[in-house]
């Protein structure tokens, strides 16, 4: 019998079809004779009623009476609706489960406001709920203070606060639920032909994170590295088996290029790293760098502080016809080797 920690995303819990699907993984974990431990975020993104980016616009109204402390208590509200909804629905299919804030949880923070660090979690308060055969499904990207204020985790914190859970319990994987099958080697909305990849290494997750992937928040890849803590990035919407972050020594197909991030830069403009393996930087930044050269007065050199990889600013009105064309050439040219 396996713990496993299971962490869905707003994209999960946005709809009721979702929720259903959500809750039909839950019920194959136990049907496998595992226990599960759920971790949530808010439900869907900005616009949708309880979404982070939602709530927080509330405050907009009084901008300058929203401090640190108010905008983080503002913003755990949205994990706290889903963690009661998501245990209603249990509830509902016979399935025990009780909605857990990151008090109830025992789970502490330290750090700054809007982007502090899991802190100690007290294990005993989860193990209670668990021996009572209780799903706990607990509030994602948040802790406490010492103060008892509300501290939250940075954007994609509930993927930290999942991993943080896993390690204080000694679980033996996490899984993070998401709208796509996996890490892929580039983000799928940019470049639909972008492969999903079976496994990365843990150094290899963090640096793709660092670079603007977004598909696990940096933190949370870093602390698994840390604790040794093997992840699964899995689909809500199918039955794949995702891509396995773990140790170096676990199975893996060798290649150079990693990936390619992309995330918004200043002035409305966007960034694009090409990220290769160690050590292998050098050949890959070459052709790089040779590909961008074709784009003279468009594309600009950028640092990424990282010697195996590289990194370029254009606009946003030619950066998706760059990407493609970028990407093809260091798939073809360095992917398989």
Wanted: glycine share 12%; aromatic share 6%; proline share 4%.
């Amino acid at each position: 019998m396996a713990l496993i920690v299971q962490k869905f995303g707003g994209t999960s819990l946005a709809e009721p079809a979702s929720r259903e699907l959500l809750a039909s993984k839950v019920i194959k974990t136990l049907e496998a004779g595992d226990k599960p431990i759920l971790v949530v975020s808010a439900m869907g993104r900005k616009g949708d009623p309880y979404a982070t980016d939602t709530l927080l616009d509330l405050l907009d109204q009084y901008p300058s009476g929203a401090d640190g402390l108010n905008r983080d208590l503002m913003a755990s509200c949205g994990e706290i609706i889903s963690a009661c909804l998501i245990a209603a629905l249990l509830n509902t299919k016979g399935i025990k489960a009780e909605p857990m804030t990151a008090s109830s949880a025992g789970i502490s923070a330290t750090g700054e406001f809007m982007d502090a660090n899991p802190g100690d979690i007290d294990p005993s308060k989860l193990r209670k709920v668990l021996e009572e055969g209780i799903i706990p499904v607990v509030t994602g990207f948040q802790g406490m203070d010492a103060l008892g204020r509300v501290l939250t985790l940075g954007r994609g914190g509930s993927d930290t606060s999942a991993v943080a859970i896993a390690g204080a319990l000694g679980a033996d994987f996490v899984d993070i639920y998401k709208d796509v099958p996996g890490v892929a080697k580039a983000d799928p909305r940019l470049i639909p032909q972008a492969t999903f990849m079976e496994f990365l290494d843990y150094d290899s997750m963090v640096r793709l994170a660092r670079h603007g992937a977004r598909v696990l928040h940096d933190k949370s890849a870093e602390l698994a590295r840390k604790l040794g803590m093997r992840i699964r990035v899995r689909s809500t919407f199918d039955d794949g088996l995702g891509t396995l972050i773990g140790p170096k020594d676990s199975p893996t197909v060798a290649t150079s290029f990693l990936g390619l991030s992309s995330s918004p830069s200043k002035d409305g403009a966007m960034r694009l790293v090409a990220v290769f393996a160690e050590g292998r930087g050098a050949e890959g930044c070459r052709i790089a760098q040779s590909y961008a050269n074709a784009w003279e007065g468009v594309v600009n050199s950028t640092e990424t502080g990282d010697t195996d990889a590289c990194g370029f600013i254009l606009p946003r009105e030619t950066y998706k016809e760059f990407a493609k064309g970028f990407f093809d050439l260091l798939e073809s040219g360095l992917g398989g080797r």
